[in-house]
C-alpha cells in the first residue's frame, strides 16, 4: 500500500539553528499539507501546497516557515532560526485531489526537538 | 470553518461495538463529515466519510442523521488496536477550497480487554 514517508524521524537542534523536515508524498498525490503537534495538544494545520505554490496557510506559518518542492517527488518544510517553541511533531499529508472529498494521507511525523 | 463537538473520552470492552458520537449543528451545505483517528505515537489515519448517505468501508461505518446535524462513527467489534483518538472533521466540498483538515481535540477511546 503507499505511504507518505518522512524523514528524520527525530531530529535535535539548537535554538536558532535551521531546520529542514523531509516527505515523499504518494507518487500520483497532488496536494501537499504540513501539520504540527506540540506534546499533549491537538493537531494544527500549518499550509497546503498545490501546483508549486502555497494554496493556504495558518497564522502559524510566518516568515521562519517556507515549503518547497525541489524535484517533484520530495516536500520539504524548512524552519529558518528555530524557537524552543517550535519543539513539535511535524506531519506531511497528502491528497490525491483537492476540495472535501477523499482522504488525506499523513506520514509517520518527524519529531523536533529545539534545545 | 464549521465545528464539531465530541465527547472527551469514551470506554469500550473489547470485541464488543463502539458508537462514537458527533454534533455539528452548523453544518453547511457543502460539507463532508470526515473521520480521523490517531493512534498513540503515529501519525493522523483516515477512517471514512460521508455527505449525506450512511456509509461502511472495512474499518467502520458512518451513520448521519437526516438533517446531517450530527453523526456517529460505528465500529463494529473494538479491538485493543482501536485504542486511539477520533476526529470528526468537517471539510468543505465546495470548489475553491484546498481540502485541509481542521482537527478538534476529539474523542479518547480507551478499550478494555
Known amino acids: 500500500e503507499p505511504e507518505v514517508t518522512q524523514t528524520p524521524s527525530h531530529q535535535v537542534t539548537q535554538m536558532g539553528q535551521e531546520v529542514i523536515l523531509r516527505c515523499v508524498p504518494i507518487?500520483?498525490?497532488?496536494?501537499f499539507y504540513w501539520y504540527r503537534q506540540i506534546l499533549g495538544q491537538k493537531v494544527e494545520f500549518l499550509v497546503s501546497f498545490y501546483n508549486n505554490e502555497i494554496s493556504e496557510k495558518s497564522e502559524i506559518f510566518d516568515d521562519q516557515f517556507s515549503v518547497e518542492r525541489p524535484d517533484g517527488s520530495n516536500f520539504t518544510l524548512k524552519i529558518r532560526s528555530t524557537k524552543l517553541e517550535d519543539s513539535a511533531m511535524y506531519f506531511c499529508?497528502?491528497?490525491?485531489?483537492?476540495?472535501?472529498?477523499?482522504?488525506?494521507?499523513f506520514g509517520e511525523g518527524s519529531r523536533l526537538t529545539v534545545l | 470553518d464549521a465545528k464539531t463537538t465530541q465527547p472527551n473520552s469514551m470506554e469500550s470492552n473489547e470485541e464488543e461495538p463502539v458508537h462514537l458520537p458527533c454534533n455539528h449543528s452548523t453544518i453547511s451545505g457543502t460539507d463532508y463529515i470526515h473521520w480521523y483517528r490517531q493512534l498513540p505515537s503515529q501519525g493522523p489515519e483516515y477512517v471514512i466519510h460521508g455527505l449525506t448517505s450512511n456509509v461502511n468501508n472495512r474499518m467502520a461505518s458512518l451513520a448521519i442523521a437526516e438533517d446531517r446535524k450530527s453523526s456517529t462513527l460505528i465500529l463494529h467489534r473494538a479491538t485493543l488496536r482501536d485504542a486511539a483518538v477520533y476526529y470528526c472533521i468537517l471539510r468543505d466540498g465546495g470548489s475553491g477550497n484546498t481540502g485541509k483538515l481542521i482537527f478538534g481535540q476529539g474523542t479518547t477511546l480507551q478499550v478494555k480487554p
Open positions: 507518487s500520483n498525490h497532488l496536494y
Open positions: 499529508a497528502s491528497q490525491r485531489q483537492g476540495r472535501g472529498t477523499g482522504e488525506l494521507f
